[in-house]
């Protein structure tokens, strides 16, 4: 059953269309991946299913809810949660005021100072936790943001480029927090480059070129499509 | 509910710093026992001002917005305890126009921020549209002169302000004198208490969450414009109960103090203390309105020329404020006088210090 | 007929020309530099004052007017030099800077010369059309107010400065790679917007009684032009004038004049509601 449904959008901006009569679903429980080469229209259709700006044309579910024109929070409280391209935290507070502020809906008294050293350390920001966000590093920056959005225990999570800067073992990490999630039942869109992260998360695959759904299928098939490894993975390959 | 008293967004905690506003508050309620009527009437009427401070401090330095309308709001009450103890007449029922009247500036701060708040404005536009409404207010009230402006009973009268309504009083008794500075006192003392608490809840992190990244705010599910709003009315209620006290200080009320330059002196006050903390702008203020009115008797326009120039000074030395930055000295100070590793009576002080937006 | 459609121009053209002049200064600066000038009114006093003590030393008006304007400019660059650049990282602090500035200025002006000066009296010379008589000086305005909009796009659509500014304005990062002199072109800039705003004093020293808070006559008007034409002066701020004026002539002629200021303000804060980006957006139609 779709837990996502994304059916003939469109958006254009002045005269550039960026995403095209796009049809995507998600999965309830799948780990799907959106791909595709620079200026496929990626990141557009991502801000569209987060609410940051209204589709031109075409309509999107959330669990069978019409949410076209809702705002961003009120997605958030049907049960998404978000992590944008840029690490976008609250630089000028403490690292563990950042998580309270996101578990702060769910838990109150001692049962939230337990769930935010439970995240801390999840996300290895233990140490730093009386630390301004702003003062960690990019990709501990990068934890973080995901941590709030994990802190909001959501039924979806929406990843745009989650391990853009960070290292590749950073990379992996991520990949496996992602699958211990998905595990427990959340299931999950990423936006993403790195076709090694890709490979390790992803079960089902959307490739985006020039705004339309160029591909879609499985992991495998996907790898082994020759168009879809013309136009995108033979130069990711090259890499 | 206590524990909020303290947290991350107020300065002070520990015992140090509650023995210290202990003992201040008990020097201010023994010091009408020591000092003439006249000085204890000239105290009360700077702690009158108290409340607009705290109200910017709120909206500026916990959320974010600037607004530089804080004495339309004033204006509103101001003339609102005017026209309402003028109509409904004096005694028990002064305490309901003073209510009342506050309730009015809170509606119309509802309104004017709905507009402004759900239409997108922030930043500087914020501060130009809410001095924009205060300055038309100021123009429209200067030019009441005539008898055809009146409300009820009450002749708004222009430039000359509007006079003749009665003070705060219960029953016979007015609140005057030392009554009324012990009324001050009170209301002061549980205003800075509500605030502390309020800001250190979880609605007070979501403010301040907003004014630091309010698309993340909103993308962990909170709609950042009905918190925006929320404090834009709360901080503008605070100087309506200004306007309200002032009304019934002075028994009278005239536009200049909506128009400028009085507009400008509660951004004066909060950003010389310092707007990230109520602490500050509490002590900053009053220090500032002591000042300001020590001056004034000699010459108005040296006072106004003085504040325009801590202002300057302020934001082109210590964009974070003088007080505040004093106050960090002292800590920081007190701290290594003690052991270095019990931690400082304040709050950590990076959090200032890095403060630089 | 005739005369009573001639009348209607007028009184348009007479706010338009208020609206414009008091505005295109602020504009300019906030276009440019993404600052508002708090001390705007009292450039627009210090242009009034310079050209009242001209003409009382014998200067004629339209040449003590100009020098006012150029003073205005040249106190102008100097404040930018001392105080406004220090802050074009940090807009709101350039409002309260600006803002320290000008309760400086106004108090001490009232502690220096007092609180009123002698004026020089509205140039006199009126026309009439049928039974409607009208003052020459306040066509005079108009005539200024449209030669300022036509001076600002030459200045700017036409000459190697503009080209270099509205590059800066676009992307200074960018601009300052590619070789201009951004700090230089912020100072100009900065100069040619409080010169408008003296300029805007001088025309309408003749007309008004002087003290030193007469800035703030001018304040409203110019921040809410600003605030709805956005940062573009030729396709933001002179499509706000048009459109605020004919609220404001309508209003005014029916209920006077503070009825007028209330109902443009109401207009600014509903349009704002509907229309965040400001009414240049409608027209500039950017993509977003």
């Known amino acids: 059953m779709p837990l996502v449904d994304v059916q003939g959008v469109s958006k254009r901006f002045g005269g550039l269309t960026a995403v095209s009569d796009v049809d995507l679903t998600v999965n309830s429980g799948e780990v799907h991946c959106l791909i595709g080469p620079n200026g496929a229209g990626k990141s557009t259709l991502f801000k569209l299913i987060v609410g940051l700006y209204p589709p031109t044309k075409g309509s999107i579910y959330f669990d069978t809810v019409d949410i076209t024109n809702e705002r961003p929070y009120a997605r958030v409280q049907r049960g998404m949660s978000i992590k944008m391209q840029a690490p976008s935290v609250f630089k000028e507070l403490p690292v563990r005021q950042n998580i309270q502020i996101a578990l702060q809906e769910r838990f109150s008294g001692p049962e939230r100072s337990a769930e935010e050293d439970r995240l801390l350390t999840l996300l290895n920001l233990a140490p730093d936790s009386d630390k301004l966000a702003g003062a960690l590093s990019h990709g501990q920056q990068q934890w973080l943001e995901i941590g709030m959005a994990l802190a909001l225990k959501p039924q979806l999570l929406l990843l745009d480029e989650p391990t853009a800067g960070m290292s590749p073992e950073e990379t992996f990490k991520t990949g496996e927090l992602i699958k211990s999630f998905n595990a427990e039942g959340m299931t999950v869109l990423v936006v993403e480059h790195d076709m090694a992260f890709v490979r390790q998360v992803a079960q089902r695959v959307t490739v985006l070129h020039l705004g339309k759904i160029f591909a879609r299928g499985s992991l495998e098939t996907i790898l082994q499509d020759e168009k879809v490894a013309e136009i995108y993975l033979g130069k990711a390959h090259a890499h | 509910m206590l524990k909020l008293l303290e947290g991350p967004q107020t300065l002070g905690r520990g015992k140090v710093f509650w023995s210290c506003f202990l003992a201040v508050l008990a020097g201010a309620l023994i010091y009408p026992a020591f000092a003439d009527s006249y000085d204890v009437g000239n105290f009360s009427y700077f702690l009158i001002w108290i409340f607009m401070a705290l109200g910017l401090c709120l909206m500026w330095g916990y959320g974010g917005m600037l607004s530089f309308g804080q004495t339309l709001f004033f204006g509103i009450a101001g003339y609102g305890y005017g026209v309402l103890a003028i109509n409904m007449g004096g005694g028990t029922a002064t305490i309901a126009a003073l209510v009342l009247s506050v309730f009015v500036a809170m509606v119309a701060a509802g309104i004017l921020g709905y507009f402004m708040i759900w239409g997108g404005i922030s930043g500087i536009f914020f501060g130009i549209v809410t001095l924009s409404a205060t300055l038309v207010l100021a123009f429209f009230l200067g030019q009441t002169a005539g008898p055809e402006w009146h409300i009820g009973t009450a002749r708004l009268n222009g430039f000359n302000g509007m006079k003749g309504m009665d003070p705060l009083a219960v029953g016979d008794f007015y609140i005057e004198g030392s009554a009324l500075y012990y009324v001050m006192v009170a209301l002061i003392v549980i205003v800075y208490i509500a605030l502390r608490m309020l800001v250190n809840s979880s609605v007070g992190n979501v403010i301040v969450a907003t004014r630091e990244n309010p698309q993340r705010a909103e993308m962990l599910g909170y709609d950042v414009r009905k918190y925006q709003l929320l404090t834009f009315v709360v901080g503008s209620g605070l100087a309506g109960l200004s306007g309200a006290l002032y009304t019934s200080w002075g028994q009278f009320i005239t536009p200049s103090s909506i128009g400028l330059p009085a507009a400008a002196m509660p951004i004066v006050w909060v950003a010389f203390s310092g707007r990230s903390d109520l602490t500050a702008t509490l002590v900053g203020s009053f220090l500032l309105l002591f000042g300001f009115q020590t001056i004034t008797i000699y010459s108005q326009q040296a006072a106004l020329v003085l504040m325009g120039a801590l202002l300057l000074a302020t934001v082109m030395l210590a964009p974070q404020g003088f007080v505040l930055g004093v106050g960090r000295l002292v800590v920081d100070w007190w701290s290594r006088r003690r052991r270095p590793d019990t931690g400082p009576a304040l709050a950590d002080a990076s959090r200032l210090q890095s403060d630089e937006t | ?288």
């Not at chain 3, 050209?51 to 004629?60: E, I, Q, S, Y």
């Not at chain 3, 059309?129 to 305005?141: D, K, M, N, P």
């Not at chain 3, 200024?144 to 500014?165: D, E, H, P, Q, S």
């Not at chain 3, 900065?190 to 003290?211: E, N, R, S």
């Open chain 3, 1 to 288: 007929m005739s005369a009573e459609l001639f009348s209607v121009f007028y009184q348009f053209a007479d706010v338009f020309a208020f609206l414009i002049l008091s505005a295109a200064g602020l504009a300019i600066v906030f276009g440019m530099m993404g600052v508002i000038n708090m001390a705007h009114g009292e450039f627009i006093m210090c242009g009034a004052y310079v050209t009242v003590g001209l003409v009382n030393l014998g200067v004629p008006l339209p040449i003590a007017q100009i020098l006012a304007a150029l003073t205005a400019g040249l106190i102008g660059i100097i404040v930018e030099f001392l105080v406004v650049r220090r802050f074009y990282k940090r807009p709101l602090d350039s409002l309260l800077a600006t803002w320290g500035l000008s309760l400086i200025v106004t108090q001490s002006m009232l502690l220096i010369v007092g609180s009123a000066v002698r004026g020089i009296g509205t140039p006199e010379g009126s026309f009439a059309i049928g039974e409607y008589t009208f003052s020459t000086y306040r066509l005079v305005l108009f005539g200024c107010a449209v030669a300022v909009l036509a001076g600002l796009y030459i200045i700017f659509m036409k000459t190697r400065f503009g080209v270099i500014a509205r590059a800066t304005m676009q992307n200074a990062a960018m601009a300052r790679a590619l070789g201009a002199r951004t700090g230089r072109i912020y100072s100009i800039s900065f100069g040619i917007g409080t010169a408008l705003a003296g300029l805007c004093g001088a025309l309408y020293a003749p007309t008004m009684t002087l003290i030193p808070t007469m800035g703030a006559t001018f304040v409203v008007e110019s921040f809410v032009t600003v605030v709805i034409g956005g940062a573009n002066v030729l396709l933001g701020t002179a499509p706000a004038a048009v459109f605020l004026a004919m609220i404001r002539m309508a209003l005014n002629a029916s209920y006077g004049q503070i009825i007028g200021q209330i109902g443009m303000l109401v207009a600014v804060i509903l349009i704002v509601r509907v229309l965040p980006e400001g009414l240049s957006s409608v027209l500039v139609r950017r993509g977003r």
